[in-house]
């Protein structure tokens, strides 16, 4: 075996460098690994609500790009209108792809056969008005509760509308709702917030609600009912209200907001059991729906995005012109998901009095509003 000759000197110079290593001090941490510093939100320097979350850890990330919470896949169902574009717009931006969800949307004929597929757990969340069905299905031991605003109709917002026969306007022979008496009007199911709005338009003309004949029509087969003379006139909601008139069977005729003298609560978000378990999920749900309701409403008032939200509207409702969505009043979603609690009570206080409702229930029994509030603290409140 070959021997070096220069090894007695590096022994003694490595035991000399240890020496001095071990005199050293240690070395002081660059940072806390489980700790960040967050610059404060515009929202915390104009004075709103700043978002509010535990110490993270550096990301090389935005935060809202990172799924939070095990992949999901979920179900929305809906019976298609422009209200839906929210969960739409969320969708085709991928806001609920970056929280891990992944959405299918099912479509309906009518609001009332979404109720029994939520509670079994075959759709995870839906959208629909306020109606007695709801209040029912909860004292059926149906587990949903009322989430979110999906939809309110309130000056230069008008997407809800009682609408009437295009000859029957062109002839003056119904000139104000006191014209009705006789005539069959069209409401999308009973005991619901259409029902509620074309009784007290009756009433409000002095009539009662058996002076006229108020028949159950789903908002898509309006259009045929009109064209067949078979209805005087409908309550109905955009995108119908647009194609009827483009049809040429039937004009705008009374915004909803007049009859309510205000805003009108139309369209709910409602989560059923499996985004109430999972109170993660539902939140992560919200943040993504809050992010699309923000980016429509940026598109309504600036024109900013709204070739987008037409396109997706064409994708996924009846109105397929694009000409039409200029012509239309769409619908408001609140930005913080809040309902409008005047009307909510004012449509509870109704269906009790005309005997449509017995139960226990009451909508604020069925509310719970904390997924929103969380979503809006979180993204900063507007």
């Excluded at 004075?47 to 919470?69: C, H, N, S, Y």
């Excluded at 991928?94 to 109720?115: H, L, N, P, S, W």
């Excluded at 119904?174 to 917030?193: E, N, R, T, W, Y």
Aim: charged fraction near 20%.
């Amino acid at each position: 075996m070959r021997k070096c000759k220069w090894l007695p000197v590096i022994l003694v110079l490595l035991a000399a460098l240890t020496a001095v290593s071990a005199c050293a001090p240690a070395a002081l941490p660059t940072s806390s690994p489980t700790t960040a510093v967050v610059a404060p939100t515009k929202a915390a320097e104009t004075g709103k609500t700043a978002e509010l979350a535990t110490p993270l850890a550096p990301t090389a990330t935005p935060q809202a790009a990172t799924p939070m919470g095990k992949p999901a896949s979920l179900k929305f169902g809906s019976s298609p209108s422009a209200s839906d574009i929210g969960v739409l717009l969320a969708d085709e931006k991928g806001y609920f792809k970056e929280q891990g969800i992944t959405m299918e949307m099912v479509d309906f004929r009518t609001v009332a056969e979404m109720i029994a597929p939520l509670g079994t757990g075959q759709l995870d969340a839906i959208g629909m008005p306020l109606s007695t069905a709801i209040l029912a299905a909860a004292d059926r031991g149906v587990e949903l509760k009322m989430v979110a605003d999906k939809g309110q109709s309130i000056p230069k917002w008008e997407y809800n509308w009682i609408v009437l026969r295009k000859d029957l306007a062109d002839s003056g022979r119904v000139k104000s709702p006191a014209d009705l008496k006789g005539m069959k009007i069209a409401v999308p199911s009973p005991g619901s917030q259409g029902e509620l709005a074309v009784q007290t338009l009756l009433e409000q003309a002095g009539l009662k609600a058996t002076d006229a004949e108020i028949v159950v029509l789903p908002f898509a087969e309006q259009a045929a009912a009109f064209a067949n003379k078979a209805i005087a006139a409908a309550h109905s909601i955009e995108p119908y209200v647009s194609t009827g008139v483009q049809d040429g069977v039937t004009i705008r005729w009374i915004p909803n907001s007049q009859v309510y003298a205000g805003a009108a609560q139309i369209g709910n978000v409602i989560f059923g059991p499996t985004m109430l378990k999972d109170q993660d999920l539902g939140r992560r749900w919200m943040v993504a729906y809050l992010k699309g309701v923000r980016d429509y409403l940026k598109a309504v008032t600036a024109k900013d995005g709204w070739d987008q939200v037409v396109s997706v509207l064409v994708k996924s409702t009846p109105v397929k012109d694009r000409k039409l969505y200029d012509l239309m009043q769409m619908p408001y979603l609140n930005p913080n998901g809040q309902v409008d609690k005047r009307s909510v009570d004012e449509q509870y206080n109704w269906y009790v009095a005309k005997g449509l409702y017995t139960g226990k229930k009451t909508f604020g029994d069925l509310q719970n509003l904390s997924f929103a509030e969380y979503a809006a603290q979180r993204l900063g409140k507007q």
